[in-house]
């Protein structure tokens, strides 16, 4: 059986006056091999990740590994416990509305100074090994600060500092009802096939404060700049991952253990693991790039049902949802249907029959292709 | 086609100075008959009930009725629109946590005063028009109370003037995660049929607040009184129940038109349509009395996976929840199983994966039997 | 300097699996004396109690005592911690609406049936004994049901049985905005005065659920039944109060250190102290019945300047409010003013300037007399 | 008596399927003039702003102005009207964390290319009409899209239709417990002590999505681009704040009054009044740059007593907030404070007194200075 270690890394205070912790699984390999990070639950109602990290756990077990692999559940203490009802309003600090995975760091000015000063000759890992370091002593500047920190984003940093050591950050979700799909850096387009996860969406090198792209895009803006500086083409190897398992707010222990084979199947390509035989699945794959995974909101209020499970393929015009107008139940605006805008794939719809104008009704890929 | 009116009743004012109303919908019958009163939503997360009012308009329109048959669907417009996260923070006031559905009047010293002034000669009818008419006074002076009623209060009593008018009142409801089931006084036993319905509570004379108990409590109370004064059996044939028609915050158009023709079903027995050939489905129900309708609390919290859909029949030991500790996932806490108490049907569970101890997991009927 | 101990009782686990527990500080006396208990924040935005038994533990530290004092600061672990926007949702379960204050245990045909078994010889302390026992091992039985406990009751349960073992019991909360007011069981009037708080609500024999009224019940029905039973007069001299310490939501040291004293003043008199000079202050204090405690309800929506502080003596027909109505500020419907239906002292009012109809605006002594 | 006309501005629908509208009050000026626009409570909680408003309406309904004044009062249907507990939740979107005053429009790039197209020739008149035009058809654009927008973006954009047209643009908002304070774009510090608030921030030409920003940024970046183009100072006159008018969930009509005069003043000697003698007071005003408005996060949790009031001057080492550690009440850990970490003027502080750590305890002017 592996060997590995269980911490508690302290990311917060509440009003009792008691610390708010996060459990830290370090497995630690017998050989030397890329680190890996993996955490789960940052928006407190996507729960599934927890599932599919205790499948992950016991199988790490009983497979020897390189490297290191450090699993993080239940990464909010704060966002897991806050109820609203019989739902956990888990996506947003309930005191401000900050999303929680919107407060990692990242500083394009920082990484071109840093590759400023790269020397043709320094060796990649001489390079990594500094960059990790500049960056992990800016998070500490920035935990460290006279005037404090807000509570999503010392969280977000305190998570980052374990993070940005690991060549591999694996970071799961859920979305709302939802099928299985992956966020995946467009460098890294490779790596899609090696998850068992049917829905790909390709993401270009823009930060918008979540985990994935805090770790890519600063490996991936220096590697940009210095294949421009020497004229070669360089890579850091370092890739990143959001991965929605499914739907919030429900948990499948079977589904859980279908996902952590599929991450086995990412680390063992990725050379984590010794001896496995985990290979991804042959399945069918669709992709899309961002600009393409559209969000579709009402435009007026109502109780809608909804007509197409996430994952169906949808032609243009067909009926997405069916809506009733409570206020006008006699007449012929009682109820009407909203229409495929065009072809697509409905990924996810908002999870509650009553909406406003303005809600984000489905997200769905659009101008999307068979990923081989 | 059916004649009906259209107005709205305002039950309360929102912060903006504006006036909050409920839509209602009167149909009136050719000939005389029975009263009929029917709403839905006062639980605003428990939208499929206007689904079926909607049906209900449609199906009216075309059906000869006698007497008059009143709706009113989406009964709580404060509730309906109190969003907390994506989901409805439906079932209580948000300000005080008041349930929207606990604040109808009744007061037993009341019935008992008035049960004294009734005389042996007074008609049936004389009867009940004079109850009536006493029950709305209390209505009116207490929403006319100088010192003002509480929000639920008032909507409550607003909805009750109309309701108490009626012969038979239908309060329709969605469970969390829940199959249909329906609540029946225990004098109205013969009417639980007439209803497709599956699951059937039969529930006490006692007044705890909701609409149903308000209506046939007093008239329980009375018959129960005058049946002892004059010593005969007298009854009003007063009905009322509280209908559970599947999950909150999801609807169906399809169910939805199934549960319509179950109400007509009901409504044409008690002679409310004309020439109509609504009738109840041949189908298997079980009944159970309130007090062996139980609550399954969690004692521990954690992330559960739900393993029985509601409805289903379970032995006793059988597993109802496996539940993930996650703060634990490495050794044998783990997980474990919460077992079924005793033989039981599930009829609702909670609707979020995420508890705590003291979480409401399932609700279940206990020592029931075969209703035919 | 004073012996005393600390522990934590368990009562709840959150969903991330962990315990959250509650501290209990126990100061043991010298002497054989009366038992204390006093709690704080069940209502998790009432906060200044905890000030108080903060002030309370610096002075029990240098005074001897009799007896036991028991000390729970902080007492609801849930309600502290959920926060709604800035403020702190701590009146209700924010699943379920259940108020945290109103489930604790009282049956009224249980003292009945203890009262039965009392003999006329059995010493008031045999009966007291036997009767904390009995009520206890109900508690017990509650607490281990197989069906398990509502979250709310629970932590109610568990802490009442610290407290059912209490002579004298105090649980200190705040009204929203609010003067210092406290609620006194009618047979312990005498004890109003031990106390420097300025307004104070004699209560009936009445429960509604709340800590006081699940202490002084059982022990007022008991002594009821065995003066009729024995035709003379028993006291168990058991007492418990409700403090209301001022606005929730602030804290004042300064204030809770005057709050301290005065508890001190009470237990004093009481003789848990010894050789301390503890004693009520000099000053104005008036009272009132509790059916003569109103509460003034808006009729309508609007924004709101409360023209009154808490603890001001009011002429009727004076204005209690302004109400601005934001949807016709042009023309005479843009203001208007809500008076005070008769001679008052408003003791409260609601903490927002955004109100719908029928929101608690003022809660008012009417009917009061000067206290001596 | 000047003319005015009032309107309603949908701007979204509820799950009831009604729509959601935000009065509209438009005064005519006499002669030609600038256009104002002004709105109040885009944050539900911060309604100080409609008694202002309300002022307004009744000093305008007897001055006669030039050009044009638009006031739109309680311009957020959504966020004034959502409860959460006794408070309004009412500074974010409840169902996503959007925060209401984020989502108006500016687009960079648009402003390049237009004033690419601005010939030498051109007047300025001509030049900010066409301008006008080309923002307000983006505008038009968004609202009109076929895939929707969300619900805060929508609201905003609406508002920002309107406030486009403007020369002067009023946002009128709270601090949570805040002294009165405004923010001014750099370019417009003369204007600053137009109005009688004694705290002034002024901001640079950056846009973070609130409407003060979305009105001056495009302006101030077009003049920039066409000053550098033609080599001579451009200005388009065009000038944009945010007030904040002291704090939330509380109003004083006499303080509204106040500060009605205090925007009077503004208009005024912005050419808006006919004969009017409105000019601003003589009084002590400090500002500060943006970078120096500085936030004070909690780095513990615990129950606060905010010692400074708002608006007051406190030296470096000076207690801000005295911490109560409601788990450590028995020993030295019990209390401690918080210092100020220099010399700063408190501007406003966090409205609870419970707090996690990561809280906004205060936001604080720095290295301010005094304004003449």
């Known amino acids: ?21 996060v459990p830290l699984y370090r497995f630690k390999g ?47 203490p704060v966002g897991t416990n806050i109820k609203a009802g019989e ?76 993070a940005f050591d690991a060549d591999y950050v694996i970071d799961i979700h859920n979305g709302p009802v939802s099928t299985r799909h992956i966020y995946v850096p467009e460098y890294a387009k490779a790596s899609a096939t090696l998850f068992n996860i049917p829905h790909v969406i390709f993401i270009p090198n823009q930060f918008a404060g979540a985990l994935d792209e805090a770790t890519f895009c600063p490996w991936w803006t220096l590697q940009n700049l210095l294949s421009e500086k020497f004229q070669r083409d360089i890579q850091f190897n370092v890739e990143a991952f959001t991965l929605e398992m499914g739907s919030q707010e429900v948990i499948s222990f079977e589904d859980g253990k279908f996902d952590a084979v599929s991450v086995m199947s990412y680390l063992n390509n990725k ?63 009682a109820t009407y249907e909203i229409a495929a805008p065009c072809d697509l794939i409905t990924i996810l719809h908002f999870p509650s029959a009553s909406v406003l104008s303005g809600t984000q009704l489905y997200k769905c890929f659009t101008e999307y292709e068979r990923l081989t």
């Open 87 to 162: 739902y956990t309003l888990g996506r947003f600090d309930p005191v401000n509305g900050t999303n929680w995975n919107r407060g990692y760091y990242y500083d394009e000015s920082l990484v071109q100074a840093f590759a400023q000063g790269v020397k043709e000759g320094d060796s990649l890992d001489e390079v990594k090994s500094r960059f990790r370091d500049e960056v992990k002593q800016r998070l500490d500047e920035k935990l460290s600060q006279t005037w404090g920190l807000g509570l999503a984003h010392r969280l977000n940093l305190k998570l980052q500092q374990l």
């Open 271 to 333: 050379g984590a693991l010794i001896d496995a035989d985990y290979q991804p699945a042959d399945m069918r794959r669709v992709s899309v790039k961002l600009a393409n995974y559209k969000i579709l909101y009402t435009q007026q209020g109502g109780i809608v049902e909804y007509l197409v499970a996430p994952g169906e393929e949808v032609k243009k015009g067909q009926p997405l949802a069916r809506v009733l107008n409570v206020d006008e139940l006699e007449n012929a605006r």
């Open 1 to 21: 059986m592996n060997q590995f270690s269980k911490d508690y890394l302290v990311v917060a205070q509440n009003a009792s006056g008691r610390n708010m912790n």
């Open 30 to 76: 017998r050989e030397s091999g890329p680190k890996v990070y993996i955490q789960s639950s940052i928006h407190g109602a996507e729960v599934q990740g927890n599932v599919v990290i205790y499948h992950l756990i016991q199988l790490l077990k009983h497979t020897a590994i390189r490297g290191e692999i450090i699993l993080v559940p239940n990464c909010n």
